[in-house]
């Protein structure tokens, strides 16, 4: 196996997945420095950035240094995770004991079901729209669809969760 070197002399992988398995390891190292050893974020950052240098891999492939690039986009990943979490996520190592009351676990699971059948653009209109209890507007511009189609869209679902559910659906509104 090749592994790229960031001498602009070697050859360099034209495969994007021959690219990941021989610079994988040296991202993961990399990463695992950035994060002060968290080896779970290690793995979500290098795995965020080979996602995107997938999106862009036709180009990046012709560069003189992929691998110099992809350790660029690893830091520039890792700056942008705590630009995000400093504004937004607080560490802890202590977690507040809640009871879970689920009265009915098998509603739940039947819902569950009945959402997995969606298309993702579907379920994601019911999900923001009734469990999160988010407006039409807040909703459209969530997933930047306009009103009319977060309306028809929640229309749509509703129809096919009923149709999903059957004879299940009156089980379930009498609970």
């Not at 779970?40 to 997938?54: M, S, T």
């Not at 459209?140 to 299940?168: E, F, K, M, P, Y």
Request: charged fraction near 30%; hydrophobic fraction near 40%.
């Amino acid at each position: 196996m090749k592994h790229p070197s960031t001498s602009p002399e070697s050859a360099q992988p034209t495969d994007f997945r021959e690219f990941a398995v021989s610079r994988g390891r040296h991202l993961l190292r990399t990463a695992y420095l950035l994060t002060g050893g968290d080896a779970h974020l290690a793995e979500d950052l290098v795995q965020e950035a080979l996602g995107r240098i997938y999106g862009r891999w036709r180009k990046i492939s012709r560069m003189e240094n992929p691998a110099g690039y992809a350790q660029t986009v690893l830091v520039n990943t890792f700056l942008s995770h705590r630009r995000r979490r400093a504004s937004s996520e607080q560490a802890t190592d202590t977690f507040e004991e809640v009871a879970v009351s689920d009265p009915d676990p098998s509603l739940r699971l039947t819902l569950l079901r009945a959402l997995s059948e969606l298309a993702p653009q579907d379920r994601a209109v019911l999900v923001l729209r009734f469990w999160e209890d988010r407006s039409v507007d807040e909703t459209a511009a969530a997933l930047q669809l306009s009103a009319s189609g977060v309306r028809s869209r929640s229309s749509r679902a509703l129809d096919r969760i009923r149709a999903v559910l059957g004879d299940q659906l009156d089980e379930l509104v009498r609970h």
